[in-house]
């Protein structure tokens, strides 16, 4: 499946080709007519290879062919990366006023006329062989295939599992069982404690089951205590106790209507203080404890766990959900709850629903009879039908359905529940700047919890965006691929915070992007034997030996990751030795890393655009060198709780966009940032020693439109006046934080500028109202979010001017007894969350709280202790 990317490489080479800044470049180095020449002939070529894909099974010859083509298109890559770090460099230059004779200099540090011949040459190999290619591809009999531009679907309307039961369809009997397994008494149970395996293939339902189960009002009736831990593929005892605990803490948190929920920090516990603690939570309750998808059958570690677990009264359940079945053998005491698949009549329905506006089947009688026969293939798994349902949604051009009926994937056999074939149609019907956006997602372990803005940064540096006009901004069209692969029921638990979201992928979808992703990603831990040569991004997992024989020789490696927290490079060595072989690695992940400084020959990575330095806690200084990375885009220091500094001279970064940094600095150069002209986000952490935000001169920031700080205990303020561009601000455990921002005492001029769309504010404990300055910005807000102000009991008056606020979020504020008089006139908002508020949230509960009548008509409102 790797050749399918084949079209997007090559749509992404034209893509350069055809910028002005590159054709402008080809002029002065003499090769402007090859690089034309190279792009009409890639043009050729790429139209056939969508039909060279189609038929590249029935010909070993035709494969062979598409490999080559991978092959130039992977030297011309780096070719035109090279020119491209030229460009860049370039209008650098250009950006900070230099002169012509400058840009010259440019073109190569060293000489000149050697880059240009060197260049000519390489670009006119790529000429040549190219053209061979397409010669060779003469004798395919090849047709020229355009891509669809209706391809994507369109978005639907998504809500959450918890509150939406009716998207639960077919399971009402099987909850109904177990519900009867968790009542007492029971015949199977035996005198400890009694676990409830439910068993079933990826994709059948048994996450689904369990939650409908969790979240039903007779559970709460049978219960003093429910938690729920999300396992995965690893047994790990110590892990799998801390999150029992803080399960237990959050749900008592939620129990508790008087208090602002604490949860302490026990990830530094040994054993022994965490069994303490976990039997001194559990211990005289009656508590339901769901482990949600178990893969390890170890029955050492079973037990052991299941001793700990044995200090609830009588009638203590565990419920797990697994995928095999000789672990549930090993873990159950009442026999296992197969789920089976939905009957036709239910996954037809299900289909139905994803496939369908409510209301719009009875149109498309002829596409029904079709979706009968498509509901069939899924085997009754109810991620197939969903998945399938939702690709064909709002598309009902009958040629289309007929396409995806009898589609060759259909023909593979479905053997032991695979249901991978019904999940490839759906990726094939993905458009094709889709899916290798969804290949990256094969990087990540199962059950990673995505980061909108490490989305946003990955698909950024790998030049997997593609602008339409040049002038949209890159954070807006990453969000709009995940929300098109959220359609496309690619997703879960997604989480939309405004100014980020979070996701997971499902585990049988995981699969599919592995399987679709081959030998161009690799997936390192410590059973690897052998990184193919053709590896462009690894994935390490684990805290492995990297051997020096075993690492890719190759220069092609454009990424590489470290996603798994704690999990780092340990090796300066190694390090150094990827530097001097990677020279075009894009994105370098070195989280969790263990070492005093980076090598100054991190220099030589003039490609790279994004470095993350997290959690390093023992590097204090970083190189001077580091500001010759002339197209760093991205840099996060977060975590790095011993680094002294910043070196000064950032201002050299000339294309950073976003700054995370931890340090032990008391400010920073505000003369040295503004000079960052494209700098869009930055995030200070843990920078206990910063009093003052900034020092130096008073130079707006113009370029800033997100500011992030969070736990700087030290800090006091900061003008807000010097970012008339922010959107986004959160402030997050700053306890000495004066939240007015000088702003009470700036002009009217000063105030007209605050055009923030998003704020979020966390722990004020003093606060009894919020500041003016946020009035101010009532006309633009679209996501307001507080929690922890325990003293806090107004909030302003003025939701008629909050004419786009779309999220309002209130948390932990228990002297917070109203809302606003008027809060039924805010037309725009979509989502009112109330937590930990206990009178508030007693007026607002349906049907006969007080404020109901003012916020009934807000699409999703949750209201509760949690």
């Known amino acids: 499946m790797a050749e399918t990317f084949l079209f997007d490489v090559a749509g992404s080479l034209l893509g350069q080709l055809a910028s002005f800044a590159f054709e402008e470049f080809a002029r002065a180095c003499y090769v402007y007519d090859d690089l034309q020449e190279i792009k009409d002939t890639l043009s050729i070529i790429r139209g056939l290879l969508l039909d060279a894909e189609e038929k590249k099974n029935q010909r070993h010859a035709l494969r062979e062919w598409l490999r080559q083509i991978q092959h130039i298109c992977s030297d011309a890559d780096d070719v035109l990366d090279e020119f491209g770090l030229q460009v860049t460099l370039k209008q650098a230059v250009e950006d900070s006023g230099s002169t012509r004779s400058k840009v010259r200099r440019y073109v190569s540090s060293s000489n000149p006329l050697a880059f240009r011949f060197r260049m000519a040459h390489q670009i006119r190999d790529i000429r040549g062989r190219l053209n061979k290619a397409a010669t060779d591809g003469a004798g395919f009999a090849l047709v020229k295939i355009d891509v669809e531009p209706g391809l994507g679907v369109q978005s639907r309307e998504k809500t959450h599992s918890y509150v939406d039961i009716s998207s639960v369809i077919g399971r009402e009997k099987d909850k109904e069982a177990i519900i009867k397994l968790l009542k007492p008494p029971h015949p199977h149970t035996d005198k400890g404690l009694c676990v409830i395996p439910i068993v079933g293939i990826g994709g059948m339902g048994k996450t689904t089951l369990a939650k409908f189960l969790f979240n039903d009002q007779s559970i709460d009736q049978l219960f003093q205590l429910k938690m729920w831990v999300s396992v995965s593929e690893y047994f790990d005892l110590r892990k799998i106790v801390i999150k029992v605990i803080n399960s237990a803490s959050a749900a008592s948190a939620f129990d508790s209507a008087s208090s602002v929920a604490h949860q302490e920090n026990i990830d530094n516990f040994d054993i022994e203080r965490l069994q303490i603690h976990l039997r001194r939570k559990l211990s005289g309750k009656k508590f339901l404890l769901v482990l949600d998808d178990i893969w390890n059958g170890d029955l050492v570690k079973w037990t052991e766990l299941k001793d700990l677990l044995q200090v609830g009264t009588s009638g203590s359940k565990i419920m797990v959900t697994t995928r095999n079945k000789s672990v549930a053998s090993i873990m159950g005491t009442v026999p296992s709850y197969v789920l089976e698949g939905l009957d036709t009549e239910k996954c037809l329905s299900l289909f139905v629903k994803w496939a369908f506006k409510e209301g719009e089947k009875k149109k498309y009688p002829n596409l029904v009879e079709i979706g009968k026969e498509l509901v069939k293939k899924c085997a009754g798994v109810p991620l197939a039908v969903r998945t399938l349902g939702s690709s064909l949604f709002l598309n009902y051009d009958l040629h289309k359905w007929e396409y995806v009926r009898d589609h060759g994937s259909w023909n593979s056999e479905m053997k032991n529940g695979d249901i991978l074939p019904a999940l490839q149609l759906s990726y094939d019907q993905m458009p094709s700047y889709l899916k290798q956006c969804f290949a990256f997602l094969s990087l990540y372990p199962k059950d990673f919890t995505f980061d909108s803005d490490e989305i946003i940064n990955l698909f950024a540096a790998l030049g997997l965006v593609q602008t339409q006009n040049g002038s949209e901004k890159i954070d807006s069209i990453v969000r709009e691929y995940i ?133 390093n806690h023992q590097i204090k200084t970083l190189p001077r060198s580091i500001f010759k990375l002339q197209c760093l885009q991205v840099l996060s220091l977060v975590g790095c709780t011993e680094l002294e500094t910043l070196p000064e001279g950032f201002e050299k970064l000339t294309s950073l966009r976003k700054l995370y940094i931890t340090t032990k600095q008391l400010s920073l150069s505000l003369d040295e940032f503004a000079s960052l002209k494209h700098l869009q986000a930055l995030g200070l952490y843990n920078c206990d020693n910063m009093k003052l935000l900034v020092s130096g001169t008073q130079t707006p920031l113009t370029s800033l439109e997100a500011l992030c700080i969070q736990s700087c205990k030290s800090l006091e303020s900061f003008p807000l006046s010097i970012f008339p561009k922010l959107q986004t601000l959160v402030i997050k455990d700053c306890p000495m934080f004066n939240l007015s921002l000088n702003y009470e005492i700036e002009g009217p001029i000063q105030r007209q500028r605050l055009r923030l769309k998003h704020l979020h504010l966390k722990s004020f404990p003093k606060l009894l109202k919020l500041p003016r300055w946020i009035e101010d910005a009532a006309e633009t807000l679209q996501t307001l979010k507080i929690r922890n102000f325990p003293n806090l009991k107004m909030l302003p008056e003025c939701p008629t001017l909050m004419t786009h606020l779309k999220s309002l979020y209130i948390e932990s504020c228990p002297q917070l007894l109203s809302l606003p008089s008027d809060m039924h006139r805010l037309i725009a908002l979509e989502e009112l969350r109330i937590y930990r508020c206990p009178e508030l949230c007693q007026k607002c509960r349906p049907p006969s709280g007080e404020y109901w009548p003012m916020i009934g008509h807000i699409k999703r409102i949750s209201i509760g202790k949690h």
Request: net charge positive.
């Open 483 to 615: 929300d098109e692969l959220n359609s496309r029921s690619f997703l879960e638990d997604f989480r939309d915070y405004g100014y980020y979201y979070k996701f997971k992928v499902h585990d049988l979808i995981h699969d599919l992007a592995i399987c679709v992703a081959r030998e161009d990603f690799v997936l390192v831990n410590s059973d690897t034997q052998n990184i193919p040569e053709k590896a462009r991004h690894l994935s390490i997992l684990g805290n492995v030996l990297l051997d020096y024989t075993l690492i890719p020789k190759s220069k092609r490696v454009r990424t590489i990751l470290y996603p798994v927290q704690g999990v780092g490079l340990k090796s300066k060595s190694l390090l150094h030795t990827w530097i001097l072989r990677y020279t075009y690695v894009l994105y370098l992940d070195l989280s969790s890393s263990s070492f005093q400084t980076l090598p100054t020959s991190i220099a030589k990575l003039k490609h790279l655009c994004v470095l993350y330095i997290r959690d």
